[in-house]
Nanobody, 115 residues
């Protein structure tokens, strides 16, 4: 069974940075896509950044130029470097991965940006 475990969330002031890490229980090469989504209170979950097996990477417009997704194949992890954080980035951030069977989700990590 696929497991995704996020870490790195916390409280930061506006303008600060955080780095999230997602550790997968199997080789990340086994997934068609891997990425990050977030859900703020009272809002729907939204995609933040995603890798595709094709090599393409996509970002939500709201985070372009501030967030960077990366991967460490040897460690089976993906990371989300978040810079210039804004209060509106406050949310629970979820790691997700997809293969031909389905979509998998981590339990989430809270990111809170104070103004």
């Amino acid at each position: 069974q696929v497991q995704l475990v996020e870490s790195g969330g916390g409280l930061v002031q506006a303008g600060g940075s955080l780095r999230l890490t997602c550790a997968a229980s199997q080789s990340i090469f086994s997934f068609n896509s891997m990425g990050w989504s977030r859900q703020a209170p009272g809002k729907q979950r939204e995609l933040v950044a995603i890798f595709h097996s094709s090599g393409n990477t996509n970002y939500a417009d709201a985070v372009k130029g501030r967030f960077t997704i990366s991967r460490d194949n040897a460690k089976n992890t993906i990371n989300l470097q978040m810079n210039s954080l804004k209060p509106e980035d406050t949310a629970v951030y979820y790691c997700n991965a997809g293969d031909r069977v389905g979509m998998y989700w981590g339990q989430g990590t809270q990111v809170t940006v104070s103004s």
